[in-house]
């Protein structure tokens, strides 16, 4: 494999990727390049690798090969162009109306219950974990197992990584976590299709607002929002983790069930979304991960 820098590939928290020309088919790849020093970097590594084996689904960035070196290990990806969906949304020539939000987020339940089924828990959904395909369609991909788990044989799990404003609040409680902990996260996905609910001034007050599980539709965005849309994100933001819609009762929702070409559409705003990118990314600069606290 040939191997050149690619600026707009994947986006990884632990190593770089590259763009990989495959010489005998001259196919393109994303290769992600992860230092692993030790033992038990490797071992992460190879727990990722692992998990995404098991994992073939088309709404799932797919591992086709790895390498292991002395000091990293590389992981070939298939390669995703069209970008962060939140990205493809705030652009000018987008139009954001609850159609469109129903389609992205039947897409990312049905790549979320194929993990569930699999007995893993994501653990990491995020606007930056969600890919489009390409530039022009509306397909998508989940990307980044750097911190899923199997849930089966694992007894008890529990963990205190995750990005702070998605993260459930058993996480932030060092509870037992399980499939809910990712519908959650699916939940505040959906929400700050409007706004971010829990977003604090930092990332100690985020994760105070996460834990308090305190949030409302008071703000205008949602003046346009449907009922049923409201009550989808309700049914998902529930403190207690068994009271939370699973995927399978997701679908059953009467708000995912509309047929989107009958539906009614109203434009909804975007500058609440574009406010949350430009704010995450000064954030991303200044507070890592829960564990970085």
Known sequence: LQRKVCRFCLRGKFGQVFKLLEKSTKKVWAGKFIKAYS?????????????MNSLHHPKLVQCVDAFEGKSDIVMVLEMIS????FERIIDEDFELTEREVIKYMLQIIDGVNFIHKQGIVHLDLKPENIMCVNKTGSKIKLIDFGLARRLANAGTLKVLFGTPEFVAPEVINYEAISYPTDMWSIGVICYILGLSPFMGDN???TLANVTSATWDFEDEAFDEISENAKDFI????????KARLSCPQCFEHPWLKQDTNTMKTTKLSKERMKKYILRRKWQVNTNMRINHI
Not at 82 to 85: A, K, R, T
């Open 39 to 51: 033992a038990k970097d490797k071992e992460n590594v190879r727990q990722e690798i692992s998990i």
């Open 82 to 85: 069209g970008g962060e969906l």
């Open 203 to 205: 990332d100690n007050e």
């Open 234 to 241: 309700t049914n998902l933001l529930k403190k207690d983790m």
